[in-house]
């Protein structure tokens, strides 16, 4: 997907708010218009494919993460696993594909020489019962090479309260993982700057952490 200009009246939708009044809602990032971030998101043209295996529950979420990747990396796409479906997707079938998920034999992504990187990678978007949810649902992903990477810093996903020590939204490990992939490519802080604009904003609404 690759990030456009900042939405237009036809890029924004009124929904009603339950006492009878509308606000408009932009309807790439999900987010009220008067917080969209769409015209904020870089256009990056990332080499590693990113293939984003999303929750149902976290399509519509107005702080979920994966819509900034949907949105910045031009190489990538969402793959919603819905309950009808009970949540299992066609298989992500391209060679050199391998699933960011933390499983015991996975593999450090530090310890990989350049010869082994991957040339996709498929990321899991839900909350970690969600997550897991979906891993035993879609055997096919049991079968790819696991990655895991060591956080270099505390996630800043303060809007909700992390299952460990270590965990990080969706956006956070796929930047982590791309700046180490492909440290080449321009334009991956910047949408940690919009992720932690998004966080800074939720909690303003709620008046603070």
């Not at 040339?119 to 978007?125: A, K, P, Y």
């Amino acid at each position: 997907m690759t990030s456009e200009s900042s939405p237009t009246n036809e890029s924004q939708r009124e929904i009603d708010s339950g006492e009878g009044e509308f606000r408009k809602e932009c309807y790439r990032c999900f987010r009220a218009a008067s917080v969209c971030i769409c015209d904020q998101v870089p256009s990056i043209a990332n080499r590693t494919g990113v293939v984003v295996l999303q929750h149902h529950r976290e399509l519509l979420h107005p702080i979920g993460t994966a819509r900034i990747a949907r949105l910045g990396l031009q190489h990538s796409s969402i793959l919603v696993a819905h309950r009808h479906r009970k949540l299992a997707v066609e298989p992500f079938q391209k060679p050199g594909t391998a699933l960011l998920y933390p499983h015991p034999q996975a593999k450090n992504l530090d310890e990989l020489t350049c010869e082994n990187y991957p040339e996709h990678l498929i990321v899991l978007d839900g909350t970690w019962a969600q997550a897991s949810s979906m891993y035993r649902a879609n055997a096919w992903l049991k079968e790819l090479p696991h990655l895991v990477i060591r956080p270099q810093t505390e996630s800043n996903y303060r809007i909700r309260r992390q299952p460990k020590e270590g965990c990080l939204s969706t956006i956070e490990a796929l930047v982590q993982t791309l700046q180490t992939l492909e440290p080449e490519t321009q334009g991956l802080p910047q949408l940690l700057k919009v992720f932690d604009r998004m966080v800074d904003q939720q909690l303003d609404f709620f008046g603070g952490e």
